[in-house]
């Protein structure tokens, strides 16, 4: 079992405060969408352009996305008894792709809380699961309802995109906006399933 230190817990704890479901967390985006904003102080047309392209997307995967019989046995035997944590914004097309499939898993079993929390409104919390340096979302954090201990973390991309996007920053040095595309469409043929495969080592 992991510990996790009483500084970390305080800042889980009052991020679980300010705490809201998937279903919440839809209808904010829902809504900021429909009066041309994202989530988070910053403003500029381009992050409400992406958020309402994520909302479409989240939209559609909410409908399609479908689990294996094989990853259902599994999520649905589960003995734990955990908040999965996710920090995220509207306007992040990797937290569109993934947010959606993380749901489905979590509503498979009574022993796992899905909360979301905005990643700027969060700053502390943030810093303490850090990506390379880099505050990339979302990032998904397991927390143990009884101890309050962190089992595991996540993201902030399923690790088949992870390897692609660190191969091809070690080729070209960043990302290109033609990359970004690919990426986009790695995500549209994979359906969430590799996504799914990296969750299941969290349960």
Known sequence: MTTTDTHIK???DESL???ISYFEYRVLVENLV???KSTGALQTEALANYSMLNNKRMK???KT????????AQIESYTGNVTWLVLTESWCGDAAQTMPVINKVAEL????TLKVVMRDENEALMNEFLTNGGKSIPKLIAIDNASGNVLGDWGPRPSEATKLVN???AAYGKLT???KQDLQVWYNKDKGQNTVADLLKLV
């Open 177 to 179: 906006p033609e990359f």
């Open 109 to 112: 079993s009574d022993n796992i």
């Open 34 to 36: 429909a009066e041309g």
């Open 60 to 62: 559609r995967l909410d």
């Open 65 to 72: 996305t479908k689990l294996t019989p094989e990853a259902i």
């Open 167 to 169: 191969d091809y920053k």
């Open 17 to 19: 405060q300010k705490a």
């Open 10 to 12: 305080t800042i889980i």
